[in-house]
């Protein structure tokens, strides 16, 4: 309720170049010098922002970046997201992996040097139970150090048997913050539940979890609300869970077949620049992670500046990693940047 409050009350137009400058020259930033680097006020002091933003990760982050990789091991979904490749109405190849062809996907990719993956699934509690979830997570844990879940929202005792089976963190994109849009984004599915969602990684935290991660998908409504509302979401689940890592991923929205029942709100390469700053000025320990959705360029420049977690190497589809998986499932999106993991180190 604070956080669609405060995203309800936020007049982004109402910020001065005199507020900005304020929360450039503040060491620690409040809400208000947040909401202050979000508006448009601030875009003139983008070369400021950014040089703040990077001397801010540099101190608590040090010249260290995060890699690792999404293996997606089932994309059947009961949601009606008419943004999503996955929706259950679209007709595409659908595919689970069972636990021996998870094992060769993992090994694979373990052999590329990477000590982390994000294991993702479609929303279909039907199709990927918590146990398969579970099995996933355990296969994973004889190959990386660090296990990351990006799966449909779950209760805190099913949070538990996952961090039991091995998983450190989960991630949920809210997709939106605006309740009214969020219903008409999405049709059908336990998705609707506008609320479930929104508390999913305080039920993480509860359920054991070391870590989560906070998303908006950046241009389905107004992005410098669910900018705010994100922070502000992670900033009060920081401050009730002290110990908790947070993260944020910073998604664009790709071009989609839906565009014009979507009318998406374009958000340009220095708007995107603009959020990944102000999240690193208000919440200076979070890890921010940059998304294949952004081209080669972006990313790279992102990681000089404020964000600390790349993944490389990629595929959104279901069994990409190695050739002799028959029954191989479409894509969720088209990526923009296809480097390999050797390519991104470099």
Known sequence: DRVVAEMDAYDYGQYTAADVRAALSHEYRTLEDFKALLSPAAQPFIEEIAQAAQLETRKHFGNSVCMFTPLYISNYCENYCIYCGFNCHNKINRA?????????????????????????????????????IGEACKIARKYFKVIGLEVYPMNSDEYAYLHECGADYVTVFQETYNSDKYETLHLAGHKRIFPYRVNAQERALKGGMRGVGFAALLGLDDFRKDALA???????????YPRAEIAFSCPRLCPIINNDRINPKDVH??????????YRLFMPFASITISTREVARVRDNLVNIAATKISAGVSTGIGSHVDDIEDKGDDQFEISDGRSVDEVFN
């Open 269 to 278: 390469e220095t708007q995107l620049l603009q959020v990944v700053c102000a």
């Open 230 to 240: 994100t922070g502000y979401h992670a900033y009060l689940l920081q401050k009730k």
């Open 96 to 132: 689970k992996l069972n636990a021996s062809e998870i094992e060769k996907e993992m090994a694979a990719i373990a052999k590329t040097g990477l000590q982390e993956i994000l294991i993702l699934t479609g929303e279909s509690k039907k199709m990927s139970d918590v146990e398969y």
